[in-house]
T-cell receptor
């Protein structure tokens, strides 16, 4: 069965510090997608990134970067030079891709990130 | 148009009321989802519609009744809810095996 573990429940850092959010996943499938979503206090889930299981290239988008390592089943997310606006709950999620079956996306429990001014 | 809209934003209802949540997207997505999110918890999948047919029901109680009138619209009909059903209800849509994009949610309070 699929499982996503975000061991850090809550993290607080001072503005401009770098912070890494951990995500470890379990799946029996060889084909799957991994996601990160941001949920600010307003409640809307904002899509950040999707990675498929065959693409282990790390990705950088501005201050955000992602490190995908299949060997350790991890998909970690780093914010560089954090800002107060980065304060939110961040969810890592996993979906298995199975022929002729609709995808189910399973979320981790989320990490609540506080950026202190 | 690259967004999912949900109405109403907030809803307060009594346990004997009947109400509906509405979700709309115009991105040509053929998969639509309802998720329920309790405070300080992750979203939990309730239903998936694929090509306007219900394809996944995660053993949701019958007091929640989904409906997909067409490829752009998804409704969730509510009847005889309990206070523990109070939550944020999120709608999402995607292409098949694509990335789900979420709406802003409806905050439901059941008195």
């Amino acid at each position: 069965a699929q499982k996503v573990t975000q061991a850090q429940t809550e993290i607080s850092v001072v503005e401009k510090e770098d912070v890494t959010l951990d995500c470890v996943y379990e799946t029996r499938d060889t084909t799957y997608y991994l996601f990160w979503y941001k949920q600010p206090p307003s409640g809307e889930l904002v899509f950040l990134i999707r990675r498929n299981s065959f693409d282990e290239q790390n990705e950088i988008s501005g201050r955000y970067s992602w490190n995908f390592q299949k060997s350790t089943s991890s998909f970690n997310f780093t914010i560089t030079a954090s800002q107060v606006v980065d304060s939110a709950v961040y969810f890592c999620a996993l979906s298995e891709v199975v022929m002729n079956r609709d995808d189910k996306i399973i979320f981790g429990k989320g990490t609540r990130l506080h950026i202190l001014p | 148009d690259t967004e999912v809209t949900q109405t109403p934003k907030h809803l307060v209802m009594g346990m004997t009321n009947k109400k509906s949540l509405k979700c709309e997207q115009h991105m040509g997505h053929r998969a639509m989802y309802w998720y329920k999110q309790k405070a300080k918890k992750p979203p939990e999948l309730m239903f998936v519609y694929s090509y306007e047919k219900l394809s996944i029901n995660e053993s949701v109680p019958s007091r929640f009744s989904p409906e997909c009138p067409n490829s752009s619209l998804l409704n969730l009909h509510l009847h005889a809810l309990q206070p523990e059903d109070s939550a944020l209800y999120l709608c999402a849509s995607s292409h098949p095996s694509g990335t789900p994009f979420f709406g802003p949610g409806t905050r439901l309070t059941v008195l």
